[in-house]
């Protein structure tokens, strides 16, 4: 197809073909956005989990909890949303962390989803604008044979076929936008599954290792009291 009948389509798609197209783009630019928000997005969590976990485990939960503030990680969000319910719940033996990660781990998967919707969107309803397209434009060809055949024309299938033909560019183009935006919208539900299964992961152990320091944690130590001495005789 050379671009002059390229052009000739647009201009016979009129506002139908427009939308479409602009739907195109908007598909395009949120799957490139999501691309770059999550890029890295597991192997920095994991890095940064083993940070945390390797000062938990030598009993550092300072160290721990400024690695997290320092992160860019996602996970980082859910680390110090423990931390900050362990320092309130330490002498109750660290109840209630489990809640405030897997909240905190909730509000991420939001974050990380974002504007996925349009994906969605855009792949359930360009193929009736299509189809809508398609329709009007066999109407109009329809509404032209009819003048045709008013001005003395023959009527033959002639005067239509070529104006049919057109009007289905409309549902090939819905439909190959609608393409584009599933498959998009399919690859970002799948990558996000496994980043929610690992940021869950993560959560889980880092929440087992910070309830062992609110229990068993070192104490504070305890001021040196002063021993009686027996009086000099």
């Known amino acids: 197809m050379s671009l002059n009948d390229l052009l ?40 940064l989990g083993e940070i945390v976990q390797k000062h938990l485990l030598r009993g550092d939960v300072a160290a721990a909890r400024t690695a997290a503030e320092r992160s860019d990680a996602v996970a980082a969000d859910i680390f110090l949303a423990g931390f900050d319910r362990w ?17 905190e781990r909730a509000q991420v998967g939001l ?5 996925l919707w349009l994906l969605a969107t855009i792949g359930s309803t360009t193929p009736f604008v299509g189809l809508f397209g398609t329709v009007a434009g066999i109407m109009r060809s329809f509404k032209d044979l009819g003048v045709d055949v008013e001005a003395g024309g023959t009527g033959g299938s002639a005067a239509v076929m070529t104006g049919i033909s057109e009007a289905l560019v409309a549902t090939a183009v819905g439909i190959l936008v609608a393409v584009q935006a599933m498959v998009f919208y399919n690859y970002f539900q799948a990558r996000l599954s496994r980043v929610l299964v690992e940021l869950r992961l993560l959560g889980d ?11 068993g944690g070192p104490l504070p130590e305890a001021t040196p009291s002063r021993e009686s001495t027996p009086p000099t005789p």
């Open 111 to 115: 974050k990380l989803r974002r504007n």
């Open 8 to 47: 000739h389509y647009l201009r016979l798609g009129g506002v139908t073909l427009a939308l479409l197209l602009g739907a195109s783009v908007v598909a395009l630019g949120v799957a490139i956005e999501r691309l770059i928000a999550l890029w890295g997005v597991s192997e920095r969590s994991r890095n």
């Open 205 to 215: 152990e880092f929440v087992e290792i910070l309830k062992e320091r609110a229990v």
């Open 87 to 103: 320092e309130r719940s330490r002498s109750t033996g660290g109840n209630g962390i489990e809640s405030a990660v897997e909240r």
